[in-house]
C-alpha cells in the first residue's frame, strides 16, 4: 500500500525564470504544452502515485469492514436463593446453581467471549433484561451472545391467551419471576445476523415443564418452584405479572405467538412462520429437560449442566452445536432428556461448532 508520504501531490510552478522551470513531470505522466499566454491548454493530469494512493486506501477501507472481527458477549445467572419476599416466604434453596454460572462463564472465557456473571440478589428483573437489552444493542451481524440461566422455573396464569395450557412459563429470579413473553421480545430485539444461544439448566424449561411431577424425583432435588408457593405468588402479586404479560404484548404491536410453541416447531407452520419472518436474529435454545420432565439440582453442577461440561471436556468437544446437544441427551438419565429448539434463521448456526465466536 502507498504510504501517505509517497503520495504526496506535487508542488504547483514557481514562478522562477529560465526555460521549464517550475514544471514537473511524473514518471509515465505527460506534461501538457504551453500556449502563447503562458498557460496549459488542459489542466494537468495528477500524478500516478496521487492516483495509486487513492485506490490503495478506498480498498483498504472496504477490506477492513469486511474482515471486521465478530465479538462475543455472555451473560450467566445462578440462583441458590430468592428473595421470600417476592415468593410468599419461599426462598428456594438450591446448591448447584451458582457453580452453573461459574462454569458456563470459564466456556465463554476460554472461547473468548466478555462474560458477565448474576449470582442470587444481584440477579433482579431489571438487571437481566437490562443486561440483555445492552447486548441487544451493541452486538452486530456475526456477533455472538450466550444466555445461560440454572436456578428454579416457574408458571403463572396466561392473561394474554398465547398459551394453549393458559400458563406461562417463567425463571425465577431473584425479586420476581421474568416471563417468557418478556424473555422472548428483549431476544428478539437482536439484529439480523446476531447468534444467540440460550442454555436453561431448570425446570419449566424445556418450551421456556408443563405439568412436571415433582414427586416423580425421588430423593434427588427439583428445580422446580412447588406448585403451591407458585400460585400463593401470583396471588400475592398477580396485578403485577397480569401487567407485565399485556405490555408484552402490547410491545409485540399484536396477538402474541406463544414463545414456547414457536420454539418447539423446527418444521415450517402457519403459526411460526407468522413469528419467524420478522424475527431476525439466529436463537438456539438448549435447555434442560422435555416438558414432562424436571431438572434435578447437585452438589456441585445441576445434571444437566453436569452433563454439557463432561461432553465439552474442557474444550475437546469436535462437532457442532446440533452435535453437542445430541450428546448431553445421550449422556443424561432418560428421566431427563435436553430439549433443543431454533428460531430464526438458525440452520447454519446449528451447524457451527458451540460458542464460536
Not at 511524473?26 to 499566454?37: C, E, F, L, S, W
Not at 442470587?120 to 450466550?146: E, H, I, M, P
Not at 465439552?312 to 448431553?328: D, E, R, S
Request: proline share 5%; with cysteine.
Amino acid at each position: 500500500m502507498a504510504s501517505s508520504k509517497s503520495a504526496a501531490a506535487p508542488k504547483a510552478p514557481s514562478k522562477g525564470k529560465g526555460k521549464g522551470a517550475g514544471k514537473v513531470k511524473a514518471k509515465g505522466a505527460k506534461v501538457p504544452a504551453a500556449d502563447k499566454g503562458g498557460a496549459t491548454s488542459k489542466p494537468m493530469a495528477p500524478p500516478v502515485t496521487v492516483v495509486a494512493a487513492k485506490v490503495a486506501v478506498k480498498l483498504s477501507g472496504a477490506s477492513s469492514s469486511k474482515l471486521k472481527k465478530a465479538k462475543g458477549q455472555s451473560l450467566h445467572i445462578g440462583l441458590n436463593r430468592v428473595s421470600p419476599a417476592a415468593y410468599d416466604g419461599w426462598s428456594g434453596e438450591l446448591s448447584g446453581c451458582e457453580p452453573d454460572a461459574h462454569s458456563m462463564a470459564a466456556i465463554a472465557t476460554a472461547r473468548g467471549l466478555s462474560p458477565t456473571v448474576m449470582l442470587n440478589d444481584a440477579a433482579t428483573r431489571a438487571a437481566v433484561l437490562a443486561a440483555v437489552q445492552a447486548a441487544a444493542k451493541s452486538l452486530v451481524k456475526g456477533d455472538l451472545f450466550v444466555l445461560s440461566y440454572s436456578g428454579h422455573g416457574g408458571q403463572v396464569p396466561d392473561v394474554t391467551g398465547e398459551e394453549d395450557d393458559k400458563l406461562d412459563e417463567t425463571w425465577c429470579l431473584f425479586d420476581g419471576q421474568l416471563i417468557d413473553d418478556e424473555l422472548y421480545l428483549a431476544l428478539s430485539r437482536f439484529k439480523a445476523g446476531v447468534r444467540v444461544l440460550v442454555v436453561s439448566d431448570s425446570c419449566h424449561s424445556g418450551t421456556v415443564v408443563r405439568g412436571a411431577n415433582a414427586a416423580a424425583a425421588g430423593s434427588a432435588k427439583s428445580r422446580q418452584m412447588p406448585v403451591d408457593v407458585g400460585d400463593r405468588t401470583y396471588l400475592a402479586h398477580h396485578d403485577f405479572y397480569d401487567k407485565l404479560q399485556r405490555q408484552a404484548a402490547k410491545a409485540a404491536g399484536k396477538r402474541v405467538v406463544d414463545p414456547d410453541v414457536a420454539l418447539a416447531q423446527l418444521s415450517v407452520s402457519a403459526r411460526l412462520t407468522a413469528i419467524v419472518k420478522n424475527f431476525k436474529p439466529a436463537v438456539v435454545l438448549i435447555s434442560g429437560c422435555q416438558d414432562n420432565q424436571v431438572s434435578y439440582d447437585g452438589p456441585r453442577n445441576g445434571a444437566f449442566t453436569t452433563a454439557l461440561l463432561k461432553v465439552w471436556n474442557k474444550g475437546a468437544f469436535a462437532g457442532t452445536l446440533a452435535q453437542f446437544h445430541a450428546q448431553i441427551r445421550g449422556a443424561m438419565p432418560a428421566r431427563q432428556s435436553p430439549n433443543l429448539f431454533a428460531l430464526g434463521p438458525a440452520a447454519p448456526f446449528l451447524a457451527q461448532a458451540p460458542f464460536t465466536v
